[in-house]
C-alpha cells in the first residue's frame, strides 16, 4: 500500500503521464479528474458566493491563466463581482498547504510528512479514539465551499465507512434556519424561486440581506427589472443596499419578528389576504391570524421603533403589489428566534398568495458556493438526498441505492455544530476533523483554547497557515476550486459545473482523492468501489434523489449541465421542462402529507442579551465589503481584492455616540462584551443606528465578543445581537 500511495503521490503533480494515469487506476481512483482542459477556453462556476456565477477560464497549455465573467451564462449575463475576476489569485499564494504538516511533539512545530505516514496517522490515531472511548468521540466538521460529489463523500466516509456518529458543516452558521423553516412549512428544505423573480417582481423586501456586499450580481438583476419596483429594506443599519432601496425600514435589532406579525395583523385588517389561495394550499390560518391580533400598529410601531407612518406605507406596498417578493438572508437566519422569523417571512407569502407565481415567493438566499450541496448531500444532518435517518423506509432505500448494510446507516440525527464544540469543551469529543472551514475565527463566541483541549485535531484545508490550521495536529492539503472538478448548487437550486484549469501545488490533493484514500486507509473502501470519480459520484446522487423534490434522474452528466447553462432541481427522468428558470409550486402543491403548507408562528422572546449600563451598545456582525470573503484565507491573497477593502478591525458607530463618547474617526479603541474584548479603529457612521455598533466578521477580533445563544429549532447561531461596551 505504502509503496503504491507514494508512487502515485510523488508523481501527482507532474505531466500526466500514462504511468500515473495506469498507477492511479491501480489505486482506484479510476477516471482522472487531474486532466488539464485541453480547450483554449473552460467554462465553470465561481467557487465564492452562492450566486453562482459562470465564468470563463482562458487557458494556455491547459491552465487557467485569466477568468472572465460567462456572457451566455443564464444566472450572471455577463456580469462578475470582484472575487469572481480575482478567483484564480489565491491559487498561487505562498501559504498553500503543499505537504501533509504532522506536529512534531518534541518540538510542538507543524513539521512536512508524506502522505503515506499523514494517512496512517490519520488511521491509527481515530481507530485508537474510537476503541478507547466510543462512535461519540470523533466527529468532523465540513463546509458549503467543496463541490456536493465531495460533501457526498465526505458524510458517507465519515458515517458509513468510519462509523462516526457525528458531523456538521459551517452551514449550521449560515443556511440552518432556512433548512428547518422551509422543511416545517413546506414539507422539504426548498426555495422556490428563480433568479428571474428578481426581475419580474414589483414589490421586493429584502430582510436582512445587503444584496449589494453579499450578492452583487443579483443586485444587479434586480436593477433589471423594468417595473420601476418598490424595493424595501428591513435593517437596523442604512446599508447599501438601504441606501439603494425606496423604502428602509431601519427597525431596533430583532424586532423582525414583531414587525412582521405586526404587517399580517394589518394585511388581515385591510382585507388583503387571498382567502381562495389560503383555503386551498395552506393549514393554520385561522389560529395564525387570531394569534397576531395582538400585534396593532402600536405595539409594532412601539418594538420596532418604525413611525406609523413608514409603517403604513410599507404595508400599503404589500397589499398593492401584484408581484411581491420576500427575500431574506443572515439579518433573519442568525437570531434566537430565527426559525420563527423565517415562517413569519413565509406566512406573509402564503396569506398574500405571492408563491408560485413569477416575481414572488418567500426567498431565503444563500451564501456559500455550495451551500445547498451541503444541505440536500453531506449527510450530516439530513441523510444524503433530503433523506431522514430517523425514518427506516428512507435508511432502506439509501442503503439500496449504496448497496450498503443498512445497519451502516445511523438511526439519530448527528449533533449539530454547537453541540459537537460543546462536547470538547466537556473532554466526550476527543478526535475531530474539520474540513473547508476556519472553526478557530469563524465560530460564534469562541474560546481560543477549545481546539486545544483536543487529542487529535486534523484540518484539511488548501492553506496551512488559517488560524484552525494553526491548531491542527495534523494538516492535510486540499487542491482548490479551480483545481479538481465537481458540481455546485447556487440558491436558485441551479447545479453548475467546475473544471479543473490549474495544477494543485506540491502534493496537495482534491478533496475528492484525499477522501478516497482515507477510504483506503482506514479499510473501508470496499463500500466505495464505485465512487472512483467526482463523475461516477454524480451519477450516485442522481440515484439517491430519485423520488424526493430534489430529484435530479433527468441530468445526464456534467456536459448536459454545462451546455444546458447548469440545470435547477428539480429535473426527474423524462423531465420535458427545458426553461432556463424554474420556480416551485406553481401547482399549489407543497411536499407535506396533505399538499398543504403550514402556518407556524410563536410569542416573540425578549433577546437573549440585551444592552445595560454596563455593556450599553448593541453589537451587530456580518459582511464588510463586496471584496472580503469570510476569514479572509483567500481574498487578501490578491492585491487588488485588499486594496477595495480596509485592512484592519474597524468599528461602525454613529456620530452621536462618537461625539458623546469624544471618539475620533481613525482613533483605536477596545471594544468588549462578557465574553473577551478586541481592538478597533473607529469608523464614525450614520449607517448605524444611535446605541448600536457594526464589526465586520472578517477580522478574527469580532468572535471573541459574539453571544454563543442558537435558535432553538434550526441551532444556528445569533451572530447579530449582544451587548457591547466601547473603552
Ligand atoms: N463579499 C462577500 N459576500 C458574501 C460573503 C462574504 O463573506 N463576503 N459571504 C457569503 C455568505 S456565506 C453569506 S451567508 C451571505 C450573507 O449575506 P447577508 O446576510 O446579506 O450579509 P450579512 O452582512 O451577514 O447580514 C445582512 C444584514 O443583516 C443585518 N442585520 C443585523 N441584525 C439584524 C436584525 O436584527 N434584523 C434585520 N432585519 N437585519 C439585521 C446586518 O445589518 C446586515 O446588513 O453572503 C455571502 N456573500
Ligand atoms: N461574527 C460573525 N461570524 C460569522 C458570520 C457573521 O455574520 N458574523 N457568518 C457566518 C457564516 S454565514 C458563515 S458561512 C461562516 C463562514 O466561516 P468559514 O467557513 O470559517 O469561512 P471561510 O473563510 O470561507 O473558511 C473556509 C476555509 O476553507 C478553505 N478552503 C477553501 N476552499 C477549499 C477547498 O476546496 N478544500 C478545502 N479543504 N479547503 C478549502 C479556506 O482556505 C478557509 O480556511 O462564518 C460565520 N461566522
Ligand atoms: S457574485 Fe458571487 S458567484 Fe458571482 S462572481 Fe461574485 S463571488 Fe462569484
Ligand atoms: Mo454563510
Redesign the pocket.
Known sequence: MKSTANTLLRQWSGPLSADLVRTLGNFGLGQVPARLMPDATAKMVCG????GCGLTAHLKDGQAINLSPDPDYPVNMGMA?P?GWEALTPLAAHDRATTPLLRNPSTGKLEPCDWDHALQVFTLKFKALLDQHGPDSVAWIGT?QITSEELAFLGALGKFGMGLRHGDG?TR???ATSVVAYKQSFGFDAPPYTYADFEQSDVLMF?????C????ILWQRVLRNKNSPEIIV????R?E??MAATQH?G??????LVLLYGTAQALIERGAVQQEYVAAHTTGFDEFSNFVQQFTAEVTCKCTGLSHAAFEKFVSSIERGKAVSFW????????HEATR?AQAIINLALMTGNIGRPGTGANS????CN?MGSRLFSNTTNLIGGHEFTNPEHREKIAHTLGIPMERIPTQNSWAYDQILDGVQAGVIKGLWIVATNTAHSWIGKHKDLLSKLEFLVVQDMYSSTDTAQQAHLVLPAAAWGEKEGTFINSERRFGVLKKVARAPGQALADFNIFRLISHYWGCDGLFREWTSPQAVFQILKRCSAGQPCDITGIEDYRHLEHAGGIQWPYPAGAQDNSRERRLFENGRFFTPDAKARFLFEPPKPVPEPPDAEYPFTL???????????TLTR?DKSDVLRKLSPSKLYVEINPRDAKRLKLSAGQQVTISTRRGETQASVLITATVQPGNI?L???FEGTNKLTLPVVDPYSRQPS???CAAKIC
Open positions: 465564492f458566493c452562492s450566486t463581482c472575487k458549503g459551517n452558521q449560515c443556511m430582510v436582512g440581506s445587503n444584496l456586499v453579499a450578492h452583487p428591513i435593517d437596523p443599519r446599508t443596499t438601504a425600514l427597525i431596533a435589532p430583532k424586532s423582525d431574506w438572508t443572515m439579518g433573519v437566519n442568525q437570531g422569523t438566499i444563500t451564501g456559500q451551500a451587530l456582525t456580518g459582511r464588510g465589503s463586496s471584496a472580503q470573503w469570510h481574498t457594526f465586520p466578521m472578517h451572530y447579530k445581537h
